[in-house]
Every structure is written in structure tokens, then in C-alpha cells.
């Protein structure tokens, strides 16, 4: 079993969609792969207006890398290794900011196994009376139950990724405690779960219960597998 790190990166405001996505595989994904990643996913923001009627934050970031290595201890020895940092602050031109969130990978369930087009992140942080524990607890049970209520089938494969206990973002801003990665089939699948008013009502309701509506962040985007480690041949014996 793999550990999981997701990095969230924006874009300087000169630098175009394309731009971004050719810098970030062709220039940073070298540099990153020096530093023992197994297998890296990019997703590209696709602009959208999901739940903007209900007062969420606008998202700013223009991609998020899921980054896979084989241990856990890799992942925080990453985030504590200066060359790292040194490393993200020598593409600061092309991306000026990066906050990363070692993660636990829940899958919920997989309907459709096969490669889909569009995939929603969101990430949240708990209501301050809680700790991250309880708020995993509830999100995996209660909410998801909730969650599956209104969705009628239109989501087809669900992942939330919980935060480590343990771990907290230097930059307060972004110290999100969980998020869902949820995959649709197409645009207009997903444009009609989130304009089912009734159901995306009782998702905010009980988002209401633990999470800080005023800090929760979601966006589309598509996937793309930009490199995986090719294993290493058995020996013959």
C-alpha cells in the first residue's frame, strides 16, 4: 500500500491553462521525481460554477497533484527536507504558491473502474469544537450516507482523503482537515447533481454540522497519470 501526498499549486496570472500544464510535467515533474515518488496524477482546474450560488469560496488554484510514494515516512521526510522546499521555490516564477497535505487514501466505493473524464475536489475544514478524528469519523459514516442519498447514481467512483491526525499545514490557510475525490462519467452528469437544488440542500445541511462552510474549497478537473515508477524486473533464479 502506497502513502499519498497531495499538493495543491496556483499559477502566476500570466501564465495560461496550457502553459501551466506543460510546466508543470515538463519542468517541476522531473525535479519532483528525484525526490522517491512511485507514481504522480495531475488534475487541471476546469472552470465551472458548482454551488456558486451558495456562497463558497472562489477557488484560486490552478491544479493538484496526487503523488504517491511507498511509505508513509517518506512523505513526511519530504515535507521536512529543505531541498524540497529550496527546489518548489526555484519554480516560484511559474508557481508562486504550493501547500501540500499528506493524506490517507478511504476509498467509498468504485462503480466504474475504467478511465473517466471528470473528477470534483473539495477539501474542508472541521468546525473548531472538534478534532480531526471526529470529523473523519462522521464524514466517512454520516456524511457519506447523506451524500449517497441524493446522488442517484450519478457519481460513479469516491475517495475521501483524510489528513494525517498528526499533521498540521504551516500555512494556516490551507490546513484543511479532508476531501472527496469524486469521478462523473461526463459534464452533464455532474451539472445535474450539483443543480439538484433539494439535494445539494441536504448535503449543505449537513455539511453545516461539522464543517466551516466559509472555508470550503471544490472545483472540476480532469486527470491525467503523468508517471509511474516501472517495477523492477524479478530476479532469475
Not at 511507498?70 to 512523505?75: G, I, K, L, S, W
Request: proline fraction near 6%.
Amino acid at each position: 500500500m502506497t502513502a499519498k501526498l497531495i499538493s495543491l499549486f496556483k499559477a502566476a496570472p500570466e501564465v495560461s491553462p496550457e502553459q501551466f500544464k506543460t510546466y508543470w510535467r515538463e519542468i517541476l515533474l522531473p525535479d519532483l521525481k528525484k525526490f522517491g515518488i512511485v507514481r504522480a496524477v495531475h488534475h487541471h482546474v476546469i472552470p465551472s460554477d458548482i454551488r456558486e450560488g451558495e456562497g463558497l469560496p472562489v477557488n484560486r488554484w490552478a491544479g493538484v497533484g496526487c503523488y504517491y510514494f511507498d511509505t508513509e515516512a517518506e512523505v513526511r521526510a519530504l515535507l521536512a527536507n529543505p531541498d524540497f522546499t529550496e527546489m518548489l521555490r526555484k519554480h516560484a516564477a511559474f508557481l508562486p504558491e504550493v501547500t501540500h497535505l499528506p493524506v490517507n487514501e478511504v476509498w467509498i466505493y468504485n462503480r466504474d473502474p475504467s478511465h473517466l473524464p471528470l473528477k470534483m475536489f473539495a477539501f474542508f475544514k472541521r468546525k473548531p469544537q472538534f478534532t480531526r478524528e471526529y470529523a473523519h469519523n462522521y464524514y466517512r459514516t454520516t456524511h457519506a450516507d447523506v451524500g449517497e442519498s441524493i446522488n442517484r447514481n450519478r457519481t460513479v467512483r469516491y475517495i475521501q482523503n483524510h489528513v494525517l491526525l498528526d499533521y498540521t499545514n504551516p500555512q494556516a490557510e490551507y490546513d484543511y482537515d479532508a476531501g472527496p475525490e469524486i469521478w462523473f462519467k461526463s459534464m452533464e452528469i455532474a451539472l445535474d447533481l450539483f443543480g439538484d437544488t433539494e439535494g445539494m440542500a441536504i448535503l449543505g445541511a449537513d455539511e453545516e454540522k461539522f464543517v466551516l462552510r466559509s472555508e470550503l474549497l471544490h472545483f472540476l478537473t480532469d486527470e491525467e497519470t503523468v508517471f509511474e515508477r516501472t517495477p523492477t524486473p524479478a530476479l532469475e533464479g
